[in-house]
């Protein structure tokens, strides 16, 4: 084997093992990221991705709005996405607060405490999450409190009849299987279609007044 084939095979090993000590380093940094999003930020954690999937949530609301040329705004609505994604935001640390204590107070996995937990979500969680969603909504539109406050009795018995078809099957999967430290983010994933449902309710009976006065000037 000549000096020059040598050479150029030792270049290779070397570009080589330098490829796999970057891919090496990419993982064990990613994987330090990762300990850190679900372990001492967590809070941090679940408190983005509860905005960011509330804002991904109307996002697609939206663009159905639109498909349907139903749609409150000739373009997309930034500002309605931005309102959600910041109640989004403001949702997050009770959910995570409350899961803690969930798991805290009812630490085991068997059936009857499962049933306990759904229920806990179902009468406690779900009520509280649901009135602040359409008050941190409502004022952030610039409606009144008292405004706020009809728009979520006026909305809320087809948001808890929805609330009780989607999450006492889904937190059955989530107190049985998912880690405490996913817990929330395992929700959230799941409540991106809830928050589609949630972003038409919002919103539903202002398209329909835009459609009606378009339909009027017609």
Not at 63 to 87: C, K, N
């Amino acid at each position: 084997m000549s000096l020059s084939s040598l050479s150029i095979s030792g270049k290779f090993c070397s570009f080589s093992l330098g490829k796999r000590c970057c891919y090496g380093n990419m993982l064990k940094h990613a994987r330090y990221i990762w300990s850190k999003l679900f372990g001492r930020y967590l809070w941090v954690t679940n408190t983005v991705s509860s905005g960011g999937l509330l804002a991904i949530g109307d996002g697609i609301q939206q663009q159905i709005e639109h498909v349907q040329g139903i749609s409150i705004t000739p373009g997309y609505d930034w500002g309605r996405t931005g309102r959600l994604f910041l109640v989004g935001l403001s949702l997050g640390p009770p959910h995570h607060i409350f899961y803690l204590w969930l798991d805290k107070v009812l630490p085991k996995r068997n059936p009857k405490v499962i049933f306990k937990k759904i229920m806990a979500d179902q009468f406690l969680a779900a009520p509280f999450f649901a009135v602040n969603f359409f008050i941190g909504a409502g004022l952030l539109e610039g409606k009144s409190l008292s405004g706020s406050w009809q728009e979520f009795k006026a909305k809320f018995p087809t948001v808890y009849a929805f609330d009780w078809l989607i999450w006492p099957p889904t937190q059955t999967l989530n107190f049985y299987f998912v880690p405490a430290m996913y817990r929330v983010l395992y929700i959230n994933v799941i409540t991106v279609v809830w928050d589609v449902f949630l972003s038409y309710m919002k919103h539903k009976d202002q398209v329909a007044q835009k459609n009606t006065i378009k339909h009027d000037r017609e």
